[in-house]
């Protein structure tokens, strides 16, 4: 049986709402091949950064975004209500964006088994840094330290026709203040850290990022095309 194959999008760093249209013609066009009954499917893999930016899922309550417009204009951030699921999170400079616009359907079809195989990938990212990460029973990310749980990467995806998008933000060399304008993912009783904050240095991106990527590559067991456009 041939792997799948899935195009990688290098994107560098993008405005979120231009990234989220991005997406959205990716993932509409994948199933709309899929209803039509194409044989060679191509699904996709994009990395990215983004400015200051805060996002609400569906399920999430407006409230948790503490920060007014004035506040959000001082700070220079903006801020989206959009179709994924979970609840308020930030993106940012230093803080690695990964949306996989998969075919569940090449895979698995399995929402949850596809949530934990993020997850691992961040998890051994982590540990190609000699960093333990975590999961916590019926709390969607990956922790640090179980004892005082600090959250350093949070999950959003929307599924159609088993086809993905939205994704990971995982947090390397993030602002960390930009999380006090929020209760992140709606968790009030937990921190939030980062790589640098972890290590007491900043990481290259690009390390992190390629480390990321082979992970999910070999989890997901695809081949991947480089968009040439956009490495």
């Known amino acids: 049986m041939n792997r799948p194959k899935v195009k990688y999008h290098p994107l560098g760093s993008v405005d979120y709402k231009e990234t989220w249209e991005y997406q959205e013609s990716l993932f509409n066009a994948l199933i709309s091949s899929k209803q039509q009954g194409a044989s060679d499917l191509l699904s996709h893999l994009i990395t990215c950064e ?10 999430g309550k407006k409230d948790h975004l503490l920060a007014d417009e004035a506040s959000l204009t001082k700070i220079e951030a903006k801020f989206y209500q959009i179709n994924r699921g979970g609840d308020i999170t930030y993106h940012g400079p230093g803080q690695l964006v990964v949306y996989p616009i998969l075919d569940l359907d090449q895979f698995f079809t399995d929402i949850h088994k596809y949530m934990r195989f993020l997850e ?15 999961r916590i ?8 330290d179980l004892e005082k749980p600090r959250k350093i990467a949070a999950f959003g995806v929307k599924s159609s026709r ?20 929020i209760i992140p ?45 956009t490495k």
Not at 137 to 144: A, D, F, K, R, S
Not at 162 to 178: E, K
Not at 197 to 222: P, Y
Request: charged share 20%; hydrophobic share 45%.
């Open 50 to 59: 983004h400015p200051h930016v805060f996002t609400l899922g569906k399920s």
């Open 120 to 134: 691992e990938a961040v998890i051994l990212s982590l540990a190609d840094f000699g960093m333990i990460g975590h």
């Open 137 to 144: 029973e019926g709390l969607t990310g990956v922790w640090i």
């Open 162 to 181: 088993w086809v993905t998008m939205h994704g990971i933000g995982f947090n390397v060399n993030t602002d960390l203040a930009y999380f006090d304008q």
């Open 185 to 229: 993912c709606g968790i009030s009783d937990k921190q939030v850290t980062s790589m640098k904050e972890e290590l007491g240095f900043a990481l290259n991106m690009d390390d992190v990022t390629s480390r990321l990527v082979g992970h999910l590559g070999a989890l997901f067991d695809f081949d991947l095309i480089v968009d040439d456009e």
